[in-house]
C-alpha cells in the first residue's frame, strides 16, 4: 500500500526565517513521481513541483528548494527567507506508475508566516 | 481555455437530499477525479476515470455515484445526503503528468 506522512501539522515562523517542511512516503513500486501543492487561504490547489523516482536531482526555484532523497524515502520542501505571502496549507503527494494517475496526499503542514 | 470548471461553488443541502456536483475541462484529457478534502486533511480519492464510458472507486467511494458520458465532463451525483459528506470536493483532470485541479465545491449537509 502507498502511504504519505506529512508529520509537521503546523508550523509557525517568523518573516525571512527558512522553514522546511517534510514528507515520507512508502511504496513498494519502483517507478513514482511526488508532488507538492500549495493551498492558500482562498482554497485553490496550486501545483508547485513534481519529481520522477529516477531523478534525484534536488531542485531549486527562486526561494523554493526541494530534496528528494530515496534512501530515506522522504520528499522536504524548503522555503527560504519566509514572506507572509507563504502563507498557506502544503501538501505532499505520490502518485504510482500505471495505476491511473490516482494521488495520495499527505494530511498536509499549514505554515503560518508572521511579519 | 478555463481548464477545469466546478459548479455550484457552495452549496446547502439537507439530510437526504440529492445533487450532482458538476466538472467540466477543456483540456482534451482522458483521466479525470474526483476528491474530497475534509477539514485539516488531506484530499482523498472518491472515483477517477481513466476515459470516457470507464469509471472506479477510489477510496472513499461510498455515497456517491459517477459517469463519463464525454471526455468534457465528470459528474459526481450525492444520492442521499449525510452530514458525513460535508467537505470540500475537487475535480481534478490529467493527461498523466501534472494533474489540474478545479477551484473546488464547498458542501454542507445539515
Known amino acids: 500500500a502507498q502511504k504519505v506522512t506529512q508529520a509537521q501539522t503546523e508550523i509557525s515562523v517568523v518573516e525571512k526565517e527558512d522553514v522546511t517542511l517534510d514528507c515520507v512516503y512508502e511504496?513498494?513500486?519502483?517507478?513514482?513521481?511526488l508532488f507538492w501543492y500549495k493551498q492558500p487561504p482562498s482554497g485553490e490547489l496550486v501545483f508547485l513541483i513534481r519529481?520522477?523516482?529516477?531523478?534525484?536531482q534536488n531542485e531549486i526555484s527562486g526561494r523554493y528548494s526541494w530534496n528528494f532523497q530515496k534512501s530515506t524515502s522522504s520528499f522536504n520542501f524548503t522555503i527560504t527567507a519566509s514572506q507572509v505571502v507563504d502563507s498557506a496549507v502544503y501538501f505532499c503527494a505520490l502518485r504510482v506508475y500505471n495505476q491511473g494517475g490516482k494521488l495520495i496526499f499527505g494530511q498536509g503542514t499549514e505554515l503560518s508566516v508572521k511579519p | 481555455n478555463a481548464g477545469v470548471t466546478q459548479t455550484p461553488k457552495f452549496r446547502i443541502l439537507k439530510i437526504g437530499q440529492s445533487m450532482t456536483l458538476q466538472c467540466t475541462q477543456d483540456?482534451?484529457?482522458?483521466?479525470m477525479y474526483w476528491y474530497r478534502q475534509d477539514p485539516g486533511m488531506g484530499l482523498k480519492l472518491i472515483y477517477y476515470s481513466v476515459g470516457a464510458g470507464i469509471t472506479d472507486k477510489g477510496e472513499v467511494p461510498n455515497g456517491y455515484n459517477v459517469s463519463r458520458s464525454t471526455t468534457e465532463d465528470f459528474p459526481l451525483r450525492l444520492e442521499l445526503a449525510a452530514p458525513s459528506q460535508t467537505s470540500v470536493y475537487f475535480c481534478?483532470?490529467?493527461?498523466?503528468?501534472?494533474?489540474?485541479f478545479g477551484p473546488g465545491t464547498r458542501l454542507t449537509v445539515t
Open positions: 483540456m482534451n484529457h482522458n483521466y
Open positions: 481534478a483532470s490529467t493527461t498523466g503528468t501534472e494533474q489540474y
Open positions: 519529481r520522477n523516482s529516477f531523478d534525484e
Open positions: 511504496t513498494r513500486d519502483t517507478t513514482y513521481y
